[in-house]
């Protein structure tokens, strides 16, 4: 929050240089951004340093499994009306890639954070936030994550005594648990698309009951709140019952319901609803997810599905068939390394559509796609995949760290 016009103390500011340094030596070998080991190198120098460089913006936090980078964007796209802005845009979400972004925004009014599930707490302690942005819960990572009751618990208990105004989902159950102990609530109906992990009450364990869009425990009685703010179609409603259009270049409908969860967060900071939905419909594509590229003659639309909700999510806005899809997928340390995950995606989805299926675990996938009765080659690489897909866009959905090696390949 606003406080001394600089911050920062000599160690902080040598910090930040020596973090600089780190990152643009990283760049120049051709590691990557640099943004990570500069921001761990520069906390090793002074521990304090991401809460010095918050301590003179007014902070929003934005987590999710799902969704959490493109929100950012467009929140910060939102903000920008009302000031400049600071953002780990790329989606370095855990504290070195956060303070990295940060010491690079010196003039910003606005701090606008992607954070990592596990993370929350601990960012949320350090940057004394004014919003947090929760969206959705589910399954990821299985080997790296806890289970998602535990991370609801988590969340629960890191934001019980903070004064951040948290706009949170009040269509998944295990948001609405964690947002509880918060005494300032907005709440959102941006709609909940993946249930398999929320049949369950957070509360008090019992079976949730789930009659058309609501939902409530019949045991304890824990229940959907009433929303102030709500996707309706197209348009974003506000708590006085304007309906705002929404237009946005990025597809589908989870889209909408980052578009309407940015929203009421912009209006946290003063921002209209109309101003800010005019500024996100400028984000055609985040970190090239949603990108339409050009390879081998061919347009390949570049989407990134990383766990079973953002994979049904997908499915839902790629072309009908017969658009070839290729899927790829890894297991690296960044994806997680345990794949049993894949027999939780619905892949019955893709009936109709020439499949072509690469990545370092594509035989994990070739097995899941048998039993779901789908048609589909086993490809050595994008290169040959392409060549053998029929006429038509090509829907490329790929995993984490599968996704970073399809847009180097194709020089996105």
Not at 131 to 149: G, V
Not at 279 to 302: C, I, K, P, S, T
Not at 382 to 399: F, K, M, T
Request: net charge neutral; glycine share 8%.
């Amino acid at each position: 929050m606003a406080g001394n016009s600089d911050p920062l103390t000599p160690r902080a500011k040598l910090a930040v240089t020596a973090g600089k340094a780190v990152a643009a030596a990283s760049r120049a070998a051709g590691r990557g951004s640099g943004s990570v080991i500069g921001g761990r190198v520069a906390l090793r120098l002074d521990p304090d340093l991401l809460a010095r460089l918050a301590q003179n913006l007014d902070v929003v936090l934005v987590s999710a499994t799902n969704g959490k980078t493109t929100t950012t964007r467009l929140i910060a796209e939102a903000l920008r009306a009302a000031g400049p802005v600071v953002s780990n845009a790329l989606g370095a979400n855990m504290p070195a890639g956060i303070t990295s972004a940060l010491a690079g925004g010196s003039d910003a009014k606005f701090g606008v954070i992607e954070v990592d599930e596990k993370y929350l707490a601990g960012v949320a302690r350090d940057t004394d936030p004014k919003c947090i942005a929760l969206l959705n819960l589910s399954r990821d990572q299985l080997d790296r994550a806890a289970e998602t009751r535990m991370l609801a618990e988590n969340w629960r208990e890191g934001l019980a005594g903070s004064n951040a105004v948290v706009v949170a989902n009040c269509d998944d159950p295990l948001v609405v648990w964690a947002a509880s102990s918060s005494p300032n609530v907005i709440w959102v109906a941006a709609g909940q698309m993946w249930k398999d992990d929320a049949w369950s009450c957070p509360s008090c364990g019992g079976v949730m009951q789930r009659p058309g869009d609501d939902w409530f425990c019949g045991e304890c009685g824990f229940r959907r709140p009433t929303p102030s703010w709500a996707l309706s179609g197209d348009h974003v409603l506000d708590p006085h019952g304007s309906a705002w259009p929404i237009h946005l270049q990025l597809p589908g409908r989870a889209n909408k319901a980052n578009a309407a969860s940015s929203a009421a967060v912009a209006a946290v900071f003063g921002v209209p609803p109309q101003v800010a939905l005019e500024r996100m419909y400028q984000v055609q594509a985040v970190a090239g997810r949603y990108d339409v590229v050009q390879f081998q003659n061919r347009d390949l639309r570049l989407l990134l599905a990383k766990n079973p909700a953002g994979w049904l999510e997908t499915f839902s806005l790629i072309d009908p068939p017969p658009a070839p899809v290729i899927l790829s997928v890894n297991a690296r340390g960044a994806d997680g390394t345990d794949t049993s995950w894949l027999w939780d995606v619905d892949y019955t989805r893709l009936t109709g559509h020439p499949i072509f299926v690469l990545g370092d675990r594509k035989l994990d996938l070739a097995v899941r796609l048998e039993v779901a009765n789908q048609h589909f080659q086993v490809c050595e690489n994008l290169d040959q995949a392409v060549q053998l897909c029929p006429p038509g866009r090509i829907e490329v959905i790929a995993n984490y760290t599968a996704f970073q090696d399809l847009r180097r390949r194709v020089g996105n």
